[in-house]
């Protein structure tokens, strides 16, 4: 979940915390909103920065092993 170029782990960080304060704010009752559990909003995260880095050309380059290129002829 973490592997990635650093823009997405920089982006994927501030949502992860952005999430944990609005879940603080809301058990320390300063803001309510939506009244979804922790954990739904974890997985919903998940997969938005999951299909988010599998979009990124940066990420995508990182994964690539070393020597293959697309389309290149063997």
Do not use: E, H, Q
Not at 3 to 26: D, H, I, Q, Y
Not at 40 to 55: E, I, W
């Amino acid at each position: 979940m973490m592997g990635g170029c650093p823009k997405c782990k920089t982006a994927s960080g501030v949502l992860f915390l952005l999430l944990g304060l609005a879940f603080l704010l809301a058990d320390w009752g300063v803001w309510g909103f939506w009244n979804i559990s922790w954990y739904s909003a974890l997985f919903v995260l998940m997969g938005v920065v999951s299909l988010a880095k599998c979009k990124c050309k940066d990420c995508m380059a990182m994964c690539m092993p070393m020597g293959s290129s697309k389309g290149r002829k063997r």
